[in-house]
């Protein structure tokens, strides 16, 4: 089965630290990848997504993910971060095999301090 | 992307009773819906699949009796959490499949309590 892990629960940072959080999921096909956010009272948004191709990706606000297939990994990462980044931050993983079903990880709670 | 809206955004019901909770797409026909599951600092666990015109696909532990999902139309799906009990209240999120391939976009969510 599908499964797919963040390490990090919590993670605090000054404005301007650079960040990556960590993603690795479980499943030997091809997959989809997914970087979800949810800012403080508001509705999951998407941040970027992988399909396939060029294994760096870039989002919306300044972050990107790069897809390493031999770790299982897709992590997170923004050069210098912002106060409004605050959030948590959700990967998602889908298989190409069973199209639309995705399966999300437990989360990253992002804080950054002003 | 499709703008999704759901209602009520919470509710609180007594233990035994029924609530139905909607789930719409605004500006975007979908034939797919899905129905998530959010415990408090848990992820979301993907419920059911909702399809229009059609059963919904229910994953795995997830009592269909339960909660009873019915996509009647392309811009409204509804989950039904029948004979509701404490353990059922959570964050109940619906998402829409619209645009690119496989791009969910999801609803505000609606919070249940049962009491």
């Known amino acids: 089965a599908q499964s797919v892990s963040q390490h990090n629960h919590h993670v605090i940072l000054s404005e301007a630290a650079s960040l990556e959080l960590g993603c690795n999921y479980s499943?030997?096909?091809?997959?989809?990848l997914f970087w979800y956010v949810q800012y403080p009272g508001q509705h999951l948004q998407l941040l970027l997504k992988?399909?396939?191709?060029?294994?760096l990706v870039k989002g919306i606000k300044g972050f990107e993910a790069e897809f390493i297939k031999s770790k299982f990994s897709f992590n997170l990462r923004k050069p210098s971060v912002q106060w409004s980044d605050t959030a948590e931050y959700f990967c998602?993983?889908?298989?190409?095999?069973?199209?639309?079903?995705?399966?999300f990880g437990s989360g990253t709670r992002l804080s950054i301090r002003p | 992307g499709a703008v999704v809206s759901q209602h009520p955004s919470w509710v609180i019901c007594k233990s035994g009773t029924s609530v139905k909770i909607e789930c719409r797409s605004l500006?975007?026909?979908?034939?797919?819906m899905f129905w998530y599951r959010q415990f408090p600092k848990q992820s979301l666990m993907l419920m059911a699949t909702?399809?229009?015109?059609?059963?919904?696909?229910?994953e795995q532990g997830v009592e269909k009796d339960k909660f009873l999902i019915n996509h009647a139309s392309l811009t409204l799906s509804t989950l039904t959490v029948t004979s509701a009990h404490p353990e059922d209240s959570s964050f109940y999120i619906c998402?829409?499949?619209?645009?690119?391939?496989?791009?969910?976009?999801f609803g505000p969510g609606t919070r249940l309590t049962v009491t």
């Open positions: 998402s829409v499949e619209a645009g690119e391939a496989y791009e969910q976009y």
């Open positions: 998602a993983v889908m298989s190409a095999s069973s199209a639309s079903k995705i399966i």
């Open positions: 909702s399809n229009e015109g059609s059963k919904a696909t229910y």
């Open positions: 499943y030997g096909g091809t997959v989809n």
């Open positions: 992988y399909f396939s191709g060029d294994p």
């Open positions: 500006d975007f026909q979908a034939t797919t």
